[in-house]
């Protein structure tokens, strides 16, 4: 079993049990997913308030005790009108920063590197598809339990630090404040390739090449998963993403174009000498604010 990068990593930007809300976001794109998903609950939550109160009204106002004798009233021109423009403008208020973030999403910008994803039965692979890079390519399966717990043994990790049903062999390696292309295909079936907390989702189709992309703000461990029913293993394929500095990228990739399991060691052991050496600066720090 191979020595998967993330050992050092925290994972970052992920669901918490009981948490309100969306999950944190690591891109410029999920905070916007976030701000819509806010916004509309506000308009969704005060149509179904209005709604409730008329109900409300219609229940004490015109039942048989309150109104014995009922209105004859067939129709009313100007209350047709105000209920037919008002959920046009609501329609509109709403589809214009749907439409925007849509555009966002899949309109990629100026790319600085590209990797292609491409959906299996049941797991993911990856090919790196700059120059110099076209060697580097490795597929990505989920870890058992049983290697979980070898993993965590090896490692002195935490349940934590490789979860269950997401943590794979192999994670697709990326640098941070870096424009990402990814080009999505699959080879059998129709899958989906999902990141949440990069506002990522798009489908793997065969046959032919979607993109998409992303910027991740900070290093951290990422997880998706396959967000489109492909067979009976739809639920063991996850999406697992790397984001780690520039320079253990460049160590990184240089590294993998003669041996990935080598480059994936190093890169664990940057990412260890990296936590030390921020842990040393915070204890420092501690002891320099306790002294005061």
Known sequence: MATAGFAGAAMAAQPEPWQMGM???ATSVMDDVRWFNDFTLIIVSAITLFVLGLIIYCV???????????????????????????????????????????FKQ?????????????GYQWYWGYEYMDEGMEDVYFDSIMLTDEQRRERMQAMGLTERDVPRLLAADYNMVVPEDTNVRVLVTAADVIHSFAMPAFGVKIDAVPGRLNETWFNAREPGMYYGQCSELCGKDHAFMPIAIQVVTAEQYAAWSEAAKTDLDEANTMLASMIEEEKRKTAMVDDATELAVAAR
């Open 106 to 118: 899949l309109d990629v910008p100026e790319y600085e590197m590209t990797v292609k994803a491409t």
């Open 23 to 25: 999950q944190a976001a």
């Open 60 to 102: 004490v106002r015109f039942n048989k005790r309150a109104n014995p004798t009922a209105s004859r009233t067939s129709h009313n021109t100007m209350i047709e009108v105000v209920w037919t423009v008002v959920p046009i403008l609501i329609l509109v208020v709403i589809s214009v920063p749907s439409f925007r973030l849509l």
